[in-house]
């Protein structure tokens, strides 16, 4: 069974940083591929406008590619109009990281509990509590969205110290905000950061789980392929 992993920016570092996680969750009888945006598509996608010209430029070659996979992961944290773009042209499993975020963040959410989001710039804190809004119907359970600052490619350039000092930062506001019991990671470039967010909230005596989008993105296409739906 094969996975398409799809990074609808251009910059092939992020793409890269990408498979030691995925190839780390050693799911057996899964191949994954990777596909890199080529230019004009943007290297960052850091707001609506960026998300629309990166599917523009994407969708027809993967247009091309739908015969050669089983399913399809948009790794951008948002809702990213490629996924229902893609799920108009087949019936294969097409899959949002938002979306698997969030839908795994309510599978392991204690009832009394509320998640949230810690993500790159601030024009997200918007666009991601409407993504919510859209796919949930509400935020009764949901906490909102802190974030650091950085754009999504600026995250591989800023020196680590400034990057660890704003991820915890951004989740300090989020767990001092109350009963928040997951926190999503906010963009695919914060792969591999989940120990940060660990750290504060043992710092602040709160117990959180941390979900990676581009992991339970690879996870639930995995399971819907068996599921043969």
């Known amino acids: ?79 990213h109009p490629l996924v229902p773009l893609l799920q108009v042209h087949t019936g294969k499993p097409v899959i949002g990281i938002f979306q698997a975020s969030v839908t795994q963040a309510l599978h392991v959410l204690p009832r009394e509990k509320k998640f949230g989001i810690v993500t790159t710039g601030k024009v997200w804190e918007e666009l991601l509590t409407d993504g919510v809004r859209g796919f949930l119907g509400g935020e009764e359970r949901f906490a909102g969205v802190q974030s650091t600052g950085l754009t999504a490619g600026e995250l591989h350039s800023v020196p680590e110290e400034e990057l660890r000092r704003r991820m915890e930062h951004a989740t300090e506001k989020l767990l001092e905000s109350g009963d928040v019991g997951v926190v999503c990671l906010g963009c695919a470039g914060l792969v591999g950061l989940e120990e940060i967010v660990r750290g504060v909230a043992e710092r602040l005596g709160v117990e959180v789980k941390v979900i990676d989008g581009v992991v339970a993105g690879v996870v639930t296409a995995g399971g819907l392929m068996r599921c043969k739906y």
Do not use: W
């Open 1 to 79: 069974m094969s996975i398409l992993v799809i990074n609808p920016n251009s910059s092939v570092s992020m793409t890269k940083a990408l498979e030691p996680a995925i190839e780390g969750l050693g799911l057996p009888a899964l191949t994954c591929s990777y596909f890199t945006a080529p230019p004009p598509s943007p290297a960052s996608i850091d707001d609506a406008e960026s998300s629309k010209e990166s599917a523009y430029v994407c969708f027809p070659l993967l247009f091309e590619r739908l015969a050669s996979h089983d399913a399809f992961v948009v790794a951008c944290y948002s809702d």
